[in-house]
Nanobody, 122 residues
Framework: QVQLVESGGGLVQAGGSLRLSCAASGRIFPHYIMGWFRQAPGKEREFVAAITWSGISQWYSDSVKGRFTISSDNAKNVVYVQMNSLKPEDTAVYYC???????????????WGQGTQVTVSS
């Protein structure tokens, strides 16, 4: 069993930055992938970014590529996503997830956090 706790969400003006953290505990296997997803009101959940715990492989959605950076700290079992140049359309609840999905871009992860709200004002 794995527990995930997100933090770092909040309210920021457009153009600003936030860094989200996801602390993982429990039985975490080295081959697990850590993903970030988001869901805005009235919209489906969408992929944001993902990383292998080794940090060697990373994936980004086109909508955040160049603005968001995902990183991992294996010693602390924490994964971060640095979000720069935020836009109002980035407003959503952000969730982290981990597991062994067939595709890191899809939502078939084994474990999910409770989410953290990010609100970007115009």
């Amino acid at each position: 069993q794995v527990q995930l706790v997100e933090s770092g969400g909040g309210l920021v003006q457009a153009g600003g930055s936030l860094r989200l953290s996801c602390a993982a505990s429990g039985r975490i296997f080295p081959h697990y992938i850590m993903g970030w997803f988001r869901q805005a009101p009235g919209k489906e959940r969408e992929f944001v970014a993902a990383i292998t715990w080794s940090g060697i492989s990373q994936w980004y959605s086109d909508s955040v590529k160049g603005r968001f950076t995902i990183s991992s700290d294996n010693a602390k079992n924490v994964v971060y996503v640095q979000m720069n140049s935020l836009k109002p359309e980035d407003t959503a609840v952000y969730y982290c997830a981990t597991g062994s999905p067939v595709s890191p871009l899809e939502g078939a992860y084994d474990y999910w956090g409770q989410g953290t709200q990010v609100t970007v004002s115009s």
